[in-house]
């Protein structure tokens, strides 16, 4: 069987980010493990459960799945997962993964040990961030030379002031776009397509939201598994 490991953030995973691959891998029949950094139930962004944000379905069927999912309730702490034990690993979005799993060494060490061995990593929209700060065995950057895509500066332009406040007032510690190009990466976010899937070697990076959808469907074809009928 097929298994795969989501990395999700205690700080604010974006729901659409988490919840529509997680339920299109488990439609294919991919068994999940949820991780978190200290093993907590993962936290939902409030503004990706807000009906004015993202529309009464999605906002709805989010809050539902947070909820009731016994996977997301109770997941496993990042340090006691070992990328040799799944086909891939998942890290979805939203901005709280700035404040936890970007910045959490196991996160970032599982990142790289998926990559350097047999399985695929699918990386979304603000997780990609970690790309500025990962590292391969080698201690080189692991996204160096690497094509990808992620949450761009044009978007992120709209959301923090001046001061790179957040509307919730936290200050945002960095911006995933600069930290990625600053590391090496190739960073194309592809502004005037509607969904953005980049994949290089190992390594699956999506925008955003609107491309969750399609970042499973790809991630599923890179591990060669077909949905369900």
Same mark, same amino acid.
């Given at each position: 069987?097929?298994?795969?490991?989501?990395?999700?953030?205690?700080?604010?995973?974006?729901?659409?980010?988490?919840?529509?691959?997680?339920?299109?891998?488990?439609?294919?029949? @991919?068994?999940?493990?949820? *991780?978190?950094?200290?093993?907590?139930?993962?936290?939902? +962004? /409030? #503004?990706?459960? !807000? %009906?004015?944000? @993202?529309?009464?379905?999605? *906002?709805?069927?989010?809050?539902?799945?947070?909820?009731? +999912? /016994? #996977?997301?309730? !109770? %997941?496993?702490?990042?340090?006691?997962?070992? *990328?040799?034990?799944?086909?891939?690993?998942?890290?979805?979005?939203?901005?709280?993964?700035?404040?936890?799993?970007?910045?959490?060494?196991? *996160?970032?060490?599982?990142?790289?040990?998926?990559?350097?061995?047999?399985?695929?990593?699918?990386?979304?929209?603000?997780?990609?961030?970690?790309?500025?700060?990962?590292?391969?065995?080698?201690?080189?950057?692991?996204?160096?030379?690497?094509?990808?895509?992620?949450?761009?500066?044009?978007?992120?332009?709209?959301?923090?002031?001046?001061?790179?406040?957040?509307?919730?007032?936290?200050?945002?510690?960095?911006?995933?776009?600069?930290?990625?190009?600053?590391?090496?990466?190739?960073?194309?976010?592809?502004?005037?397509?509607?969904?953005?899937?980049?994949?290089?070697?190992?390594?699956?990076?999506?925008?955003?939201?609107?491309?969750?959808?399609?970042?499973?469907?790809?991630?599923?074809?890179?591990?060669?598994?077909?949905?369900?009928?």
């Amino acid at each position: 069987m097929t298994e795969a490991l989501f990395v999700v953030s205690e700080e604010g995973y974006w729901g659409e980010e988490c919840v529509e691959p997680l339920e299109t891998l488990s439609d294919a029949g @991919v068994e999940i493990t949820v *991780a978190t950094p200290s093993g907590d139930p993962p936290v939902v +962004d /409030e #503004r990706s459960v !807000d %009906p004015d944000q @993202v529309g009464e379905e999605t *906002a709805e069927h989010v809050k539902e799945v947070a909820e009731n +999912d /016994e #996977r997301l309730n !109770d %997941p496993i702490p990042i340090a006691q997962a070992d *990328a040799a034990g799944y086909d891939a690993v998942v890290f979805p979005g939203g901005h709280g993964t700035e404040w936890d799993i970007n910045q959490d060494k196991h *996160a970032r060490e599982l990142l790289r040990d998926i990559v350097e061995g047999d399985g695929k990593a699918l990386v979304v929209c603000h997780a990609v961030g970690m790309l500025g700060f990962a590292r391969d065995s080698h201690g080189a950057f692991i996204v160096n030379g690497r094509d990808v895509t992620g949450f761009p500066n044009e978007w992120e332009e709209g959301i923090v002031d001046e001061q790179d406040r957040m509307p919730d007032g936290r200050k945002l510690p960095y911006w995933v776009e600069d930290e990625v190009e600053a590391a090496g990466g190739n960073w194309d976010a592809e502004l005037d397509a509607d969904t953005s899937v980049t994949v290089d070697g190992d390594l699956i990076t999506a925008r955003g939201p609107g491309s969750s959808h399609a970042a499973a469907e790809t991630l599923l074809e890179e591990l060669g598994v077909e949905l369900e009928a």
